[in-house]
């Protein structure tokens, strides 16, 4: 089951990050990670990814059972769970993908969901689309498109 975010279920996403960075703890320490933690909604599945990252020393080392502590009960109970999962290592380089994969699907459902909110300001007469504009030109940028809705330069 996933988190929810402005009403709408959030992908069961955040239990695959943590998974990632216990098993390969030095991408705790990766700006994929920190994006992560900063997309989620509040929640203690955040709480436990901030814990991760914050935990992971200079070899990326994770304590489970110090951060287990230290945490609130649903969440030191998902840690202890995910560290004692019996599922094949993946290698280092599949984990830094799939941790990349998981940033950039939390990064494209909060522009989806920024455009959505701007659109009903705007049917409800509350905003207009100059505010869209900058929601959906990063939306397009981040997908390696132009802009469609950018004012046409002066050439």
């Not at 992971?56 to 030191?76: M, Q, S």
Request: charged share 35%.
């Amino acid at each position: 089951r996933g988190e929810r975010r402005a009403g709408r279920q959030l992908p069961a996403v955040p239990r695959d990050a943590a998974r990632l960075l216990i098993q390969s703890p030095a991408l705790a320490r990766s700006d994929d990670a920190r994006a992560i933690v900063e997309l989620l909604p509040d929640s203690w599945w955040r709480r436990l990814l901030a814990a991760l990252v914050e935990m992971a020393d200079a070899d990326g080392a994770i304590d489970v059972a110090t951060l287990a502590e230290r945490l609130v009960a649903p969440a030191a109970e998902q840690l202890r769970s995910l560290a004692v999962e019996d599922r094949d290592p993946i290698a280092p380089e599949l984990a830094e993908s799939a941790l990349r994969d998981i940033e950039r699907s939390l990064r494209k459902r909060l522009r989806r969901e920024q455009g959505r909110e701007i659109r009903q300001r705007i049917a409800q007469g509350d905003a207009n689309l100059k505010d869209y504009i900058p929601v959906h030109e990063q939306r397009r940028a981040e997908q390696g498109l132009s802009p469609s809705l950018a004012e046409p330069s002066s050439s």
